[in-house]
């Protein structure tokens, strides 16, 4: 049987089919294509199966935004997407939408050594569940748990959850955003939107000096985050003020992912997904969040015993999307 998988992002559409004899690691064919030069999935999806010239019996897709009774509106797309008239378009007996996160954390089970950077080791426990934080454009978080026979996703909204300050410096952020939003949420303060509150909070407390030059690139960025990013992992002449956001930005990240880890005891491993964790790697790998991540008082031994790593997988959206379709193909469901 063949299965058409998608990532669905405002930007692009990644594609592929699959088949159960294949598996997940070889594609029968694949393809990437803007967005905005479709008017909606269906024409895209039913261009691509066409040129292929495939048959497929159903199809899975994964898409930045929440998913409601087989609906979804793609987060920063124009597109309105429906289960039902997906199937009909693409002839198959049933389409599949999954929010981002649940497809992403449907790719877990099946990654690979290659795909993953271990930060934490860990004593992973057979069958534990699994925790997934991906903090990307905003803070998106899921976790899965054995059922006897294979993993099931579950949905989080804990990036909206209040932030927790486990450190002075973070204190001073939380008193420092309570001036300027009722709930500080973990989103506000990790996640690649609003990157720009650490900076400006580390500046207007005059933690480090924020250089002229840096100021009008900021001012002349559509997105300040990258020109912050950027500018603290340059090794030559890397800025302060942006190294220490950077560096903030990471602990409070090793706390998140140690929160969700106690919440939904992840004795089988934390897994740190999105586009911010690729580009800060050298700041994971250092010993200050392992530490953060696991400092949680009398629980810090439990935690201390949980792996985390990095997925490097460079598509983890559309592989676990790809996993849901053959998974549900193998259970006969």
Known sequence: MNLLAGDIGGTKADLAIYSTDQGLDHPLAATTVRSADYPDLETAAREFVTASNIPISEAVF????????????????????DEG?????????RATLLNDLLAIANAVPHLLPEHLQTLNQGEPQPDGALAVVAPGTGMGQAFMTWDGDRYRPHPSEGGHSSFCPNS?????????????????????VCSGRWMISLYEFLRD????????????RLAAADDPT??????????????????????????????????????VMATGGVYLAGGMPLRLLSFLTQASFTEAFA??????????????????HPQAGLYGAAAFGLDRFEAGD
Request: glycine share 6%.
């Open 85 to 93: 008239r997906l199937a009909k378009a693409l002839g198959v007996r």
């Open 205 to 216: 407390e005059r933690h480090a000096p924020e250089p002229a030059w840096l100021a009008e």
């Open 226 to 263: 990258p020109v912050i990013v950027g500018n603290a992992l340059d090794t030559d002449n890397a800025c302060e003020l942006c190294r220490q956001t950077v560096e903030l930005f990471a602990r409070i990240l090793a706390s998140a992912a140690g929160n969700l880890a106690l919440t």
């Open 62 to 81: 994964g898409v930045a935004g929440p998913v409601v009774q087989g609906r979804a509106t793609g987060t920063n797309l124009p597109w309105v997407l």
């Open 295 to 312: 400092a949680k008082g009398r629980l810090s031994y439990l935690v201390e015993q949980m792996p985390v790593h990095v997925v490097m």
């Open 168 to 188: 002075d410096l973070q204190v001073e952020l939380l008193v420092y955003l309570r001036q300027r939003y009722k709930h500080v949420s973990v989103e506000r």
